[in-house]
Nanobody, 124 residues
Framework: QVQLVESGGGLVQAGGSLRLSCAASGRSFSMYALGWFRQPPGKEREFVAAISRYGGSADYADSVKGRFTISGDNAKNTVYLQMNSLKPEDTAVYYC?????????????????WGQGTQVTVSS
């Protein structure tokens, strides 16, 4: 069983920054990709960013490129999402996800494990 626990969400003004963390536990993650998705109010869950287990590959949604950075700490089995220049449209519940694969999936159905989510609210 895989457990993913997100933290770091909160309320921030537009232009500000937040760093989300996702701590993974339950098994070895040597072959797992870890991703971040978000679900704005009243909308579908959408891809934000993902990274391969050893950080060799990463992918981002166009809407966050240049503002968000995904990174990982293998020793801590933790993945981070650094979010800069936040906009009100970034307001959403952010979810961490994991899947055992060497690629970096960008679609929701590819992921097998999900965290409970953390709320990010950006005020204008």
């Amino acid at each position: 069983q895989v457990q993913l626990v997100e933290s770091g969400g909160g309320l921030v003004q537009a232009g500000g920054s937040l760093r989300l963390s996702c701590a993974a536990s339950g098994r070895s993650f040597s072959m797992y990709a870890l991703g971040w998705f978000r679900q704005p109010p009243g909308k579908e869950r959408e891809f934000v960013a993902a990274i391969s287990r050893y950080g060799g590959s990463a992918d981002y949604a166009d809407s966050v490129k240049g503002r968000f950075t995904i990174s990982g700490d293998n020793a801590k089995n933790t993945v981070y999402l650094q979010m800069n220049s936040l906009k009100p449209e970034d307001t959403a519940v952010y979810y961490c996800a994991a899947v055992r694969t060497v690629v970096v999936p960008t679609y929701r159905r590819a992921y097998d494990y999900w965290g409970q989510g953390t709320q990010v609210t950006v005020s204008s």
